[in-house]
């Protein structure tokens, strides 16, 4: 591990379906302001874990650290409160809504304005609206209906959107799935940007390894539930200290 300081600490988390272990025992540290992805086959058990770590399912054993503190057991609207996104999980779209009325609600939300004073809003928090909106490269689109976006302008939207908490870490989950090239491309550039000038720390899910190489500060690898790898990829291969 490096020596930058931790944000997310990962202890010991085992998770039990039933009599089924689709996680058992893992360990994983995010340096703070650092892009680490999670890898794996099918069924090892990603998905699983970004669960656990945003709290939408609990642990049978371990804990995670959030800034050192535990966030395990706590609802998954105050873990992100807390700085923990799950974006594409707790940002919704409303589709017949301007691309820059999604910002500032989503912004308005933040500080518990939203449904009170929507009809007052207009004015309200319109620069920071446009300063995500610019980060994601939409601003260009600001009066365009949500609903109306291609692929790639949706995802940056959604970014924006999950931006307005001012999250300290993003938890992606297979962020390219489905995409062409060209969106997964747009996609990689606005998690490198997120992170470069917002110094988000970042833990992704993806089965596309050459963006994992292109954008990964770190790797690990689950397998069966198992941590069973561990490092920093270099020179176009991961110098990985195996586990087990
Ligand atoms: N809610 C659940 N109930 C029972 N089994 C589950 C549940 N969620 C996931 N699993 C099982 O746990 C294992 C890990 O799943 P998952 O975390 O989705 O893997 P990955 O994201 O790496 O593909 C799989 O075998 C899956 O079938
Ligand atoms: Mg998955």
């Known amino acids: 591990m490096s020596a930058a300081p931790v944000i997310l600490s990962i202890e010991g988390i085992g998770k039990n379906?039933?009599?089924?272990?689709?996680?058992?025992?893992?360990?994983?540290q995010v340096a703070d302001r650092s892009v680490h992805a999670l890898i794996g086959p099918n069924g090892a058990?990603?998905?699983?874990?970004?669960?656990v770590v945003s709290g939408h399912l609990a642990p049978s054993a371990g804990q995670v650290l959030f800034r050192g503190r535990p966030i395990c057991g706590r609802p998954p609207h105050e873990t992100a409160r807390r700085g923990v996104a799950r974006s594409f999980q707790i940002t919704s779209i409303f589709s017949g809504f301007t691309v820059f009325e999604n910002v500032q609600m989503?912004?308005?939300?933040?500080?518990?304005?939203?449904?009170?004073?929507?009809?007052?809003?207009?004015?309200?928090?319109?620069?920071?609206a446009f300063a995500?909106?610019?980060?994601?490269?939409?601003?260009?689109?600001?009066?365009?209906?949500a609903g109306q976006l291609a692929a790639g302008d949706r995802k940056r939207l959604e970014f924006a959107i999950a931006m307005a908490g001012t999250?300290?870490?993003?938890?992606?989950?297979?962020?390219?799935?489905?995409?062409?090239?060209?969106?997964?491309?747009?996609?990689?550039?606005?998690?490198?940007?997120?992170?470069?000038?917002?110094?988000?720390?970042?833990?992704f899910t993806e089965h596309d390894?050459?963006?994992?190489?292109?954008?990964?500060?770190?790797?690990t690898v689950l397998h069966q539930g198992s941590c069973i790898a561990d490092g920093a990829p270099e020179a176009g291969s991961p110098r990985f200290q195996c586990n087990k």
Do not use: W, Y
């Open 17 to 28: 379906f039933g009599g089924f272990h689709a996680l058992s025992q893992v360990d994983l």
């Open 45 to 51: 058990g990603k998905s699983t874990l970004l669960n």
């Open 106 to 128: 989503a912004l308005l939300a933040q500080h518990g304005l939203c449904t009170r004073m929507f009809r007052s809003a207009a004015p309200m928090k319109r620069d920071e």
């Open 132 to 145: 995500l909106l610019q980060l994601v490269r939409l601003d260009g689109a600001a009066d365009r209906i």
């Open 167 to 203: 999250p300290a870490v993003m938890l992606l989950d297979e962020p390219t799935a489905g995409m062409s090239p060209d969106e997964r491309a747009i996609v990689i550039g606005l998690i490198r940007k997120i992170n470069q000038e917002r110094g988000v720390a970042v833990l």
């Open 209 to 219: 390894i050459e963006m994992v190489f292109a954008i990964a500060d770190r790797i």
